[in-house]
T-cell receptor, first 110, second 114 residues
Framework: SQQGEEDPQALSIQEGENATMNCSYKTSINNLQWYRQNSGRGLVHLILIRSNEREKHSGRLRVTLDTSKKSSSLLITASRAADTASYFCALYNQGGKLIFGQGTELSVKP | KAGVTQTPRYLIKTRGQQVTLSCSPISGHRSVSWYQQTPGQGLQFLFEYFSETQRNKGNFPGRFSGRQFSNSRSEMNVSTLELGDSALYLC?????????????FGDGTRLSIL
């Protein structure tokens, strides 16, 4: 299956702590993307990392990609209550479809 | 720039009926993709349209169909509705085809089948 598998399925932390989510996959990819979804809303794009890149940053977000291990991680530093959401990784293979994982539910408690 | 707009936001139908959902992409975006999201199956790819042509299709029965107009707006149609079609249907647009760039999502249409 091309679908990414995310770990953990749910994560509960206190405000100010860091949150790390992982995504593993089995096929080759052109890029891997991370999205956030607040309850009842659409997805919001966070970061796109291409297969020839190892790390990208955006504000408090850091994404790493290890193509040899077929895995990626999303780190949110100094988390806030507003970061409470579901986070999805999505895999893209040239000419194919963007396939989403099952997501990690992050809860940040004030 | 206005975001991706999906209409209607909520819809209630009964089994056997058909439904049409609409998606207006961000201005200048030529690719529109549709996804079905349910608690059990997660986000599943339905199809992608680029410049009025279906570029990719997911593993859904023929009851699910779509089209794209010359102004890039897209519609998806589900015929002979089943209880299992209850879901959040999400539309996403991007400038180019495929998943080689960020997808911009609308807030979805919540479809409930009674």
């Amino acid at each position: 299956s091309q679908q990414g598998e995310e770990d953990p399925q749910a994560l509960s932390i206190q405000e100010g702590e860091n949150a790390t989510m992982n995504c593993s996959y089995k096929t080759s990819i052109n890029n891997l993307q991370w999205y956030r979804q607040n309850s009842g809303r659409g997805l919001v794009h966070l970061i796109l990392i291409r297969s020839n890149e190892r790390e990208k940053h955006s504000g408090r977000l850091r994404v790493t990609l290890d193509t040899s291990k077929k895995s990626s991680s999303l780190l949110i530093t100094a988390s806030r209550a507003a970061d409470t959401a579901s986070y999805f990784c999505a895999l893209y293979n040239q000419g194919g479809k963007l396939i989403f994982g099952q997501g990690t539910e992050l809860s940040v408690k004030p | 720039k206005a975001g991706v707009t999906q209409t209607p936001r909520y819809l209630i139908k009964t089994r056997g009926q058909q439904v049409t959902l609409s998606c207006s992409p961000i201005s200048g975006h030529r690719s529109v993709s549709w996804y079905q999201q349910t608690p059990g199956q997660g986000l599943q790819f339905l199809f992608e349209y680029f410049s009025e042509t279906q570029r990719n299709k997911g593993n859904f029965p023929g009851r699910f169909s779509g089209r794209q107009f010359s102004n890039s707006r897209s519609e998806m149609n589900v015929s002979t509705l089943e209880l299992g079609d209850s879901a959040l249907y999400l539309c996403a647009s991007s400038q180019g085809a495929g998943g080689n760039q960020p997808q911009h999502f609308g807030d979805g249409t919540r479809l409930s089948i009674l």
